[in-house]
């Protein structure tokens, strides 16, 4: 962590023009600049930006009067925040009970025999990420799996293998 | 606002709802998911194309519960629900039932199923062993629209209760209803007002606890999605009780709908006076703020959610000193449930004494259960405390599909444990489910069949306490890492008798050094499947055999579980 903090403070500032990073600041000045606005600042941020790049965290904790280690804590404790951007294509499968006990497990392995690809890890390509929520609350429909905003109910584990080919363009 | 204009937006809904048609789009969060707003827009175009807005009204309502049938519409007044809409069916509903009357019985709910339908929904067994206190107006008015709430009476319990009663009738009034918190530890409602109350201070707090973590449980967002302004009145009330000024709602990142539904109920309420200064005209002024969480479990425990709405890293804090005494802020501070909040206005409105008639004499009233897993009927069900289990899931739950044989139940997520088959008489009691092993919860309820192998089943549990412990005190972070590691050995059938009594071990310790909730209930769906089927744990360790063929046995040790 020493390390990652050095190289932010290394970068350059965030571009105050960026309309996403205006958008932060009317989020700062909406919940307030104090340190307890920060999580609700990084969702902000997060929505904006599709992750959280370490030169925007090293803005927010400056403009919030927080220490770079408390937001950069915070954004590593919530599995909400990324500190990666994501693959082009977002595949989440729901691990609730409901689908763990209809097979949720069989769709994760499909997918790592077929796209070498394990939950919170994205291709080479950066064309897919997998990952896993805890319950999307469709627990009617399980298992269940989003691909992008589309929802796949009562999934198979070939259906979804099939989806995510067509989706990256693969032909097999 | 007056209850003069309270009562005159009430009667002019009702009014427009007498002389109409009313068609009831499902659009909870499993029924969007499998198509629910096309069918709405579809119904809502008709009736515009046709010019029939005066005659039929199409409105999308919160969870009906029959999540697995969805897409579902109703038809008010004449209590019929169709299942499975699509936009074809949406058309027939539109031209024959809505325009001309006339009930499509190919439709209906829970046609084609084992049970067969009704031609009222009401009188189907999945509705009739239900209670609906919670969740009477989810599936019944638009929670987008306020005028609707105050349709069916709502915001008057906050008139009684600011213009009748002193905070101390409020109390005296929640405390002989019985209600205990529904989040799942079920510490009595009353009891816990009357702390915060007594401590004096020139602000303090109201919290409501929307962070429902527990995987397989889905009651509070349906609550939340279908009926926002119940919890906001129930705040208030709250909040006048124990002298709170300020609320804050904290509910889960995962859950955009509820918080969209939650934002425009707050804009509205704010927009006619029932949030913000002087409500009704008194002394008494509330606010209300959103937290939106950031997905982690334990900030479900108070004290972690405490540091979250902070901005701090979710890490729980020993108790005491309670949150009722030091909590947010250093302030006195209400932590109740969504569901708790949302059974206060009828308590205020029919009385704690008609409250206290539901249920068993210890614990009264109705509880939501999420049903799911093997069972033909899942959704959303409530029913009043002490119906057995075998009830909800023969009758409300229409039994196991395929053929199979019931295995378990597991109630309390990760904090639970599982009822076997020789239970399923047990009552749905805080006492009687703490009897066989497990708790009430927050209302999951995971139905498993022959095909769930429950060495496996605590190995999923234990994954997920394991992810999901903060690593503030040392039992938790690393006894459930070490849980974890056993168990994939028995699943992976390289265990011995000797990790076996190791795993026993540290069930025991984690259970009593933990500093949380989240760690000291971590063993429990262990001990509890170790409980009932230790037999299946020693064919995984001496015969290297899993019966329900879920685990691959023989692997090497070199292969670990899914970390």
Redo the contacts between chains.
């Keep these: 962590m020493q390390a990652t903090l050095n190289r932010a403070s290394q970068m350059p500032d965030v571009n105050r023009t960026d309309p996403r990073i205006k958008r932060v600041i009317v989020a700062m000045n909406t919940y307030g600049r104090k340190p307890e606005s920060l999580i609700q600042v990084l969702h902000a941020a997060q929505n904006l930006f599709g992750y959280l790049p370490l030169p925007v965290i090293r803005f927010i904790a400056k403009e919030l009067k927080a220490s770079p280690s408390r937001v950069f804590g915070v954004v590593t404790f919530y599995h909400f925040f990324s500190l990666k951007p994501n693959g082009e294509h977002n595949c989440l499968v729901c691990t609730g009970t409901a689908c763990y006990v209809k097979g949720a497990q069989l769709l994760l392995d499909q997918i790592e025999k077929d796209f070498n690809l394990k939950p919170g890890q994205t291709t080479p390509d950066n064309k897919l990420s997998l990952q896993t929520a805890r319950c999307i609350g469709s627990c009617g429909l399980a298992p269940a799996a989003t691909i992008d905003e589309e929802i796949l109910a009562k999934v198979t584990p070939g259906e979804i293998a099939k989806v995510l080919r067509s989706k990256m363009g693969v032909t097999a | 606002m007056n209850l003069e204009e309270l009562k005159a937006i009430e009667k002019k809904v009702r009014e427009r709802k007498a002389g109409r048609k009313r068609a009831c789009v499902c659009a909870g969060?499993?029924c969007i998911?499998?198509g629910a707003t096309a069918v709405l827009d579809k119904l809502q175009q008709g009736v515009k194309n046709a010019g029939l807005e005066n005659q039929i009204e199409v409105i999308p309502t919160g969870c009906m519960g029959a999540?697995?049938q969805?897409p579902l519409v109703g038809v008010e007044p004449d209590q019929i629900v169709y299942q499975k809409v699509d936009g074809t069916i949406a058309e027939q509903i539109l031209d024959q039932h809505l325009k001309a009357g006339k009930t499509l019985p190919k439709y209906l709910l829970f046609e084609g199923t084992a049970q067969g339908s009704t031609p009222k929904a009401p009188d189907h067994p999945f509705y009739k062993k239900q209670m609906k206190i919670v969740l009477e107006n989810c599936g019944a008015v638009n929670p987008e629209d306020i005028e609707d709430y105050i349709g069916v009476g709502g915001y008057q319990a906050l008139h009684k209760a600011l213009v009748h009663m002193s905070p101390e009738d409020v109390i005296a009034e929640v405390k002989q209803s019985g209600l205990r918190g529904r989040g799942g530890a079920g510490f009595p409602t009353g009891l816990k007002w009357e702390t915060v109350y007594k401590h004096v201070n020139e602000m303090k707090y109201a919290i409501c606890n929307g962070d429902e973590?527990?995987?397989?449980?889905?009651m509070d967002?349906s609550v939340l999605e279908g009926d926002p302004h119940r919890i906001l009145e129930g705040m208030a009330i709250a909040s006048y009780a124990v002298g709170a000024k300020k609320g804050y709602l904290y509910v889960r990142?995962?859950?955009p709908l509820a918080i969209k539904r939650l934002e425009m109920a707050i804009k509205q309420a704010k927009k006619i006076g029932l949030l913000g200064a002087n409500i009704f005209n008194t002394d008494f002024s509330f606010d209300v703020e959103i937290?939106?969480?950031?997905?982690?479990?334990v900030c479900g425990e108070e004290t972690a959610l405490i540091a979250?709405?902070?901005?701090?890293?979710?890490t729980p804090r020993p108790r005491p000193p309670y949150p009722a005494e030091s909590g947010l802020w250093g302030k006195p501070t209400l932590i109740n449930n969504v569901e708790t909040y949302a059974s206060i206005a009828p308590i205020l409105l029919k009385g704690g004494a008609w409250y206290s008639e539901i249920g068993t004499p210890k614990a009264t009233g109705t509880k939501v259960f999420?049903l799911?897993?093997?069972i033909n009927n899942?959704?959303l069900i409530e029913v009043p405390i002490g119906i057995s289990l075998r009830e909800i899931i023969f009758d409300i739950g229409g039994g196991i599909p395929d053929g199979k044989k019931f295995k378990a139940a597991?109630t309390g997520?990760p904090s639970g444990g599982c009822i076997p088959e020789q239970h399923l008489d047990t009552k749905m009691d805080y006492d009687s489910l703490q009897a066989v092993g497990t708790i009430m919860g927050s209302g999951?309820l995971?139905?498993?069949d022959e095909t769930?192998c429950m060495p496996d089943v605590a190995r999923?549990f234990m994954e997920?306490c394991m992810d999901e412990s903060?690593g503030k005190c040392v039992p938790c972070r690393a006894g459930t890492k070490q849980m974890y590691d056993l168990l994939t050995k028995i699943c992976q059938g390289r265990a011995s008798l000797r990790d076996l009594e190791l795993l026993e071990e540290l069930a025991v310790m984690v259970k009593e050094a933990s500093l949380c909730g989240l760690g000291q209930t971590a063993p429990n769906p262990l001990l509890s499947t170790l409980r009932y089927f230790r037999h299946e744990y020693m064919a995984h360790i001496q015969d290297k055999k899993c019966a329900a063929g879920v685990c691959k046995m023989n692997q090497p040790a070199a292969v670990k579980g899914?970390h």
């Design positions: 969060a499993g998911s499998s999540c697995n969805g973590g527990d995987p397989g449980a889905f967002r990142g995962e859950y937290r939106i969480g950031a997905g982690a479990f979250s709405i902070e901005g701090k890293r979710g999420a799911s897993g093997k899942t959704g597991q997520g999951g995971i139905i498993m769930s999923y997920f903060c899914a």
